[in-house]
């Protein structure tokens, strides 16, 4: 039943993972990477990691994806201006697959290990509790780290982005007042 | 161990209880009570003349938007513009599913241990609400793209950007209410409040949060995605009968959720006052059916006053221009939420 429901979700995701690419109006194709983040978290909750699952939603549905639709409908971008070739595309979904099948059989050789089923999880598993303590008590560093790095590119974003206030030359004004 | 026929049919009332009370009840009063609430306002009367006070006037309105063509305008982006008043309702409904309108109850005696007056026990309720509100965010998008009008994708724009500035400071509104309480569930939320509501403690997140809200839900002073005198009305402009008539009962029901979110985050869900318990003055809120019933009202009157004040405000206060919405969005509301959070974080260690 829990193998079914997987593999119909999987299937699920593969697919509208496809049409994001696939789709020529960036809108939609944003609609169904929305989609794509709702099945993920399905999946999540399948393995009882309810608060990932819906942080999950929170952060990628609930805010990347509306930054995404409000600038796909700020720049307004018409689906022939970002084609680039439906050859290309095939040829490029192509050497993803076969790249992404080599690196798997890599791994399946070298540690067959990886790929049996894991140990299962706690009773507590999943929970908020249990995840924040392993998060700060266990992993303390690299979570300080990450926030670290988020911290400083929101610095550059705002270097990048900040233009000083440009004064008046008084005489754009004079004649502002002579067209007035 | 309940009996698991008792506990279905118990958690199906809920849904058919819960859902018809704000669908059915909530959404048509509040919009009487904004008509009536504006004449007031405006000294004029307000809908008066269906029924008793005017007040079967949103049942008359419900026929006449069920009964009107379907028009669809010629050069919409077709699957999307219908998909879209859907996607407003169904975030709405969602967002019901975690809210508890009342304490655990044994419902007199009929359970062994207290149920949750709550459809959904997720513990992670409260990020639960916040995620189905932002989702909220795609109805408007959507609606404005797939309308083929500018007017509708300005409104759209303006809703975006509104939408993602605000969520952050109620985001932050909303920390200093976990890290008072300890918990994201929102019947342990409650719980910890019994003596001391959180908005004593929390004055300057509540302070974040009121206006925080009204952006989300795109009330006025903050409805410049619907600006009439700009926009005709934003997003929803070519839309008519039943379509725009599930935008309008999201937008009340939305005010439902967050209004009860309010009560629940820092005005002490169903406890009865600051210092002062239900215990205090005899009356059991979990055995007694009567005690359960008076805790579910005392919340649903609190709720009430805030979808009131919703009203009160959006009739007493002019429109923001938008760079003072994005101002006050960025440079008061975000670093005085986090100033909160420094200060209760602070006050936690140390106290």
Redesign the interface.
């Known amino acids: 039943m829990m193998d079914l429901a997987f593999y119909l979700v999987a299937g699920l995701m593969l697919l509208s993972a496809g049409l994001v690419a696939y789709r020529p109006k960036p809108?939609?194709s944003a609609?169904w990477l929305?989609l794509h983040f709702f099945l993920t978290s399905t999946l999540y909750v399948f393995l009882g990691a309810?608060?990932v699952a819906?942080?999950q939603?929170?952060v990628y549905?609930?805010?990347i994806v509306?930054?995404f639709?409000?600038v796909i409908?700020?720049l307004?971008l018409n689906p022939q201006e970002i084609s680039g070739g439906e050859s290309l595309r095939w040829t490029s979904t192509v050497l993803f697959l076969c790249a992404l099948g080599a690196v798997l059989f890599c791994l399946h050789i070298a540690s067959p290990s990886l790929l049996e089923k894991m140990p299962a999880a706690g009773p507590s598993f999943g929970?908020?509790e249990a995840f924040s303590r392993m998060m700060i008590q266990n992993y303390s560093w690299s979570f300080e780290i990450a926030g670290l790095l988020l911290l400083l590119a929101v610095v550059g974003v705002g270097l990048l982005a900040y233009r000083r206030p440009s004064h008046r030359k008084p005489k754009d004004l004079e004649n502002k007042r002579e067209a007035a | 161990m309940e009996d698991t026929t008792i506990l279905w049919l118990f958690l199906l009332g809920k849904i058919v209880l819960f859902f018809s009370v704000v669908f059915g009840m909530v959404a048509p009063i509040m919009i009487w009570v904004e008509r009536r609430v504006a004449g007031l306002v405006q000294d004029r009367y307000g809908p008066n003349r269906v029924g008793p006070f005017g007040l079967l006037q949103s049942l008359a309105d419900g026929i006449k938007l069920v009964l009107k063509e379907a028009l669809i305008p010629q050069g919409v982006r077709n699957p999307y513009y219908l998909l879209a008043p859907v996607l407003a309702v169904v975030p709405a409904a969602l967002s019901f599913a975690v809210i508890p309108f009342g304490p655990p109850t044994t419902l007199g005696g009929m359970f062994e241990t207290p149920q949750r007056l709550q459809i959904a026990n997720l513990n992670v309720g409260l990020i639960f609400v916040m995620t189905v509100t932002s989702l909220s965010v795609y109805s408007v998008a959507l609606a404005g793209w797939a309308s083929n009008n500018k007017f509708s994708v300005m409104g759209a724009l303006r809703a975006s950007a509104q939408m993602i500035s605000y969520e952050l400071a109620a985001g932050l509104a909303i920390v200093s209410v976990i890290l008072l309480s300890g918990s994201v569930d929102l019947v342990r939320i409650v719980e910890t409040q019994a003596g001391l509501w959180h908005i004593f403690p929390g004055f300057l997140a509540f302070l974040v949060f009121l206006p925080a809200i009204y952006a989300e839900t795109n009330r006025t002073p903050f409805d410049l995605p619907e600006a009439e005198a700009e926009l005709v009305v934003g997003y929803h402009t070519e839309y008519s009968g039943i379509k725009f008539g599930l935008f309008f009962l999201s937008e009340y029901s939305i005010m439902t959720t967050v209004s009860s979110t309010a009560v629940l985050l820092f005005f002490g869900g169903w406890n009865l006052l600051p210092g002062l318990s239900w215990a205090d003055i005899g009356i059991d809120i979990q055995n007694t059916i009567l005690g359960t019933l008076m805790a579910v009202s005392w919340f649903a009157a609190k709720v009430a006053f805030f979808l009131f004040l919703f009203v009160w405000v959006r009739w007493t206060l002019p429109r923001f221009r938008y760079d003072q919405l994005m101002g006050l969005g960025w440079k008061t509301l975000l670093p005085l939420a986090i100033f909160n959070i420094l200060i209760i974080a602070g006050f936690m260690v140390f106290a």
């Open positions: 809108l939609e609609l929305i309810d608060f819906v942080v939603l929170l549905a609930g805010a509306v930054l639709t409000f409908l700020l307004n929970s908020i």
